[in-house]
């Protein structure tokens, strides 16, 4: 069940390049098990964040102070595409993340967000890079305000943005939902639509091999 | 009221419960599970106290942690442990698993329209992003995270946002040597890794209706790499032709119903999509990627894009990036780049007429000393028709190595890896860093350019190799 999600105050990264994919937060290897959860923190960006002979690269953003505190990022366009793997998710939630604020993510990895109470929010390009360069002007020390409820990001500078956000997954954050029990309160429904459509769709129910 | 997308009939047909203005509680018709994420989603369903809703619509295989050596031979530890969980739990679901060396098992997004699983007009999830495969065969089939998929193991349904559309329409006759693997990274390459992000995509025109379905399949297979987790084509008389008897298609009075509500699926004429981009097949000619993004991509007889010569300074820093990690050269020709390693496989390209198309081109001649060359067949059933025609022959005998049945180098979580700054023409999906092994460098392209390149020992335009 996600944790729920209202307020935030915290130190944010700027994570500018586009297109960083779920592979580039978390390698697959790292995900081969069933018993992975809670190993994955010290991988995220594991590819940027380590030197090929296992050292902190001191060049990436979360290898330096005060960054290596953030529980926010501020990302370049579409980020987390690529594979649906929710190990890029826990990975970052594992690393203390809690809110991704970009112009565009990945549609598999933004649902995959909500699941795990991180809050994935979507502003214009412009915002974005108001946002990395208010960062960057007090290197890293001026907070990140997101208010959930209210809708809004406040850099730290003071400008304050608003956001838009599907009202029911901003409700399944601010409450941290679990969608599955909600989902069986309708199982006779369910039930129901599978009958009907057992005489529409035969062929989609009786998959037992006829050959 | 405008006419309805095929995207709007499926979804219409699948809606249990309207929970918003734009978001559904939708019906899956097929759930099929992997070695990588299945045991674990059948654990985790376990550990709340709830059994599998539909055991019977839900279908295993094992593919992404299984090692492609013959004998299976140096699958990890882990690999075996994933393998056997998979089979503890699905046969205490009841669920239908595909097991190794078994007719069914394979990649699973090659697995489900060989065995008429995959169906017009069906939804069907994975977890696996790669799931908008299937949608070749007009199904709504798109990828889902592991809290999905324990959703849709307990309850047989999954909350959607409806998404917007967009419809993509190839015109023309596809020119010789060119396939539907470069038609689509030619789509990427010119709206974009993100250009499909929050879209469902139709693809349409005169050049896909003229492609076979497998050549459907792999651009459908593609579409996440436009951002677009389900992308579909209409299904059509081809489309009938390539499920009829197959295992799980209907069969006799079932099969001659389903066609008949299959025939009302294709978008009506008047159907509006949020998006339209109309693609002239007859200038693509075969595509390589040269950076790590699916969207860094040229004709095989084009340029590296020079850095220096680009003004916006992201797009700028973004290539330098990219070639510094390819070890390429802004400016210079991408065609004649040496090669260390070259993998024919993955769900985009490993099924039969993929294989046919590359011992084409591998017929007769030798893999260049200093390659690597693996096939990949992308099922066991792709497998055993290969050998019946005897193209692992083939390829055995130009050098390339023949393996058995799964994802492999596509993905590298079973070992199979290219080294640390070694360059592999490989035809599956990914170039992004590190996909194919920390520090693997990979172009993508076509099964016939990637036996091309084998055989030049560099990136090689196919249409050079005098057939096909
Ligand atoms: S072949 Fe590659 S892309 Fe396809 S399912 Fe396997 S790992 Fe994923």
């Known amino acids: 069940m996600p944790k729920p999600f209202d307020k935030l105050t915290a130190t944010a990264a700027p994570i500018m390049r586009s297109n960083i994919d779920t592979d580039v937060i978390i390698r697959i290897e790292r995900l081969v098990g069933n018993g992975i959860r809670g190993t994955l923190g010290k991988w995220a960006f594991g590819s940027l964040r380590y030197l090929p002979d296992g050292s902190e690269n001191p060049d990436f953003i979360l290898n330096r102070e005060p960054y290596r505190d953030a529980e926010i990022l501020v990302t370049g366009p579409n980020f987390g595409c690529g594979s649906s793997r929710e190990g890029a998710v826990w990975s970052l939630q594992e690393r203390g993340i809690r809110a991704i604020i970009g112009s565009g993510f990945g549609d598999i990895f933004f649902a995959n967000c909500f699941q795990n109470g991180i809050l994935p929010v979507v502003v214009g390009k412009a915002v974005v890079d108001q946002l990395a360069a208010d960062i960057e002007a007090t290197q890293g020390a001026g907070k990140v305000s997101i208010d959930l409820e209210a809708q809004t990001i406040v850099s730290p500078s003071g400008a304050r943005h608003s956001f838009e956000i599907d009202p029911r997954r901003r409700e399944g954050l601010l409450k941290g939902l679990d969608e599955v029990a909600l989902t069986l309160q309708r199982d006779d429904e369910i039930h129901a639509f599978q009958a009907s459509d057992r005489t529409a769709r035969p062929w989609i129910h009786s998959t037992r091999i006829s050959a | ?468």
Not at chain 2, 261 to 270: F, G, Q, Y
Not at chain 2, 380 to 393: I, Q, S, T
Not at chain 2, 424 to 435: A, H, I, P, Q
Request: charged content about 20%; aromatic content about 4%.
């Open chain 2, 1 to 468: 009221m405008p006419g309805r997308s095929l995207l709007e009939k499926i979804w219409d047909q699948h809606v249990i419960a309207r929970l918003s203005e734009d978001t559904d509680l939708l019906h899956i018709d097929r759930h099929l599970l992997h070695d990588l994420g299945g045991s674990r989603g059948l654990l985790d369903l376990k550990s709340r106290g709830l059994k599998v809703h539909n055991p019977e619509l839900t279908f295993a295989t094992p593919d992404h942690a299984l090692s492609t050596a013959p004998g299976r031979a140096g699958t990890s530890k882990i690999g075996q442990e994933l393998l056997a969980a998979l089979r503890i739990e699905t046969a205490a679901s009841g669920i239908t698993l595909f097991d190794v060396d078994q007719p069914g098992q394979g990649i699973v997004h090659v697995i489900g329209p060989e065995l008429g699983l995959s169906l017009p007009g069906a939804t069907i999830v994975c977890g696996d992003s790669h799931t908008c495969t299937h949608g070749g065969l007009g199904a709504l089939a798109f990828g889902i995270g592991s809290s999905e998929l324990t959703h849709v193991l307990a309850t047989q349904a999954l909350i959607q946002r409806r998404p917007k559309t967009l419809r993509a329409r190839f015109e023309g006759e596809l020119p010789l040597g060119v396939t539907a693997k470069d038609m689509i990274l030619a789509l990427i390459g010119q709206i974009g890794a993100a250009g499909g992000t929050g879209y469902a995509v139709e693809y349409a025109g005169s050049a896909i209706r003229a492609l076979p379905i497998e050549g459907r399949l792999t651009i459908c297979n593609l579409s996440i790499e436009l951002g677009a987790k389900m992308g579909m084509v209409a299904p059509d008389e081809k489309t009938f032709e390539f499920l009829r008897g197959r295992p799980y298609a209907p069969q006799g009075e079932m099969w001659d119903r389903a066609v008949k509500a299959w025939r009302e699926l294709p978008s009506d004429p008047d159907a509006v999509f949020d998006r339209e981009v109309v693609i002239d097949v007859e200038k693509i000619i075969p595509q390589v990627t040269w950076g790590i993004s699916p969207e860094h991509v040229v004709g095989v007889d084009g340029i590296i894009p020079d850095p220096k010569s680009v003004d916006d300074p992201a797009r700028r820093a973004a290539i330098e990036t990219a070639l510094e990690y390819m070890g390429l050269q802004g400016g210079a020709p991408i065609a004649g780049t040496p090669i260390d390693w070259v993998f024919i496989g993955s769900c985009t390209n490993s099924r039969l007429s993929d294989l046919r198309a590359a011992a084409e081109v591998a017929r007769g001649r030798k893999v260049a000393a200093g390659v690597r060359a693996w096939v990949v067949p992308g099922s066991e059933n792709v497998k055993r028709e290969a050998v019946a025609e005897g193209l692992d022959k083939i390829f055995i005998e130009a050098g390339f190595e023949w393996r058995e049945p799964g994802c492999s180098m596509c993905l590298a979580a079973n070992g199979e890896v290219v080294a640390p700054g070694q360059r592999s023409v490989s035809t599956s999906n990914r170039n992004f860093v590190g996909r194919q092994g920390p520090r693997a460098r990979t172009h993508l392209a076509s099964p016939a350019s990637a036996a091309a390149s084998a055989i030049a020992g560099a990136i090689a335009d196919v249409r050079m190799m005098g057939r096909s």
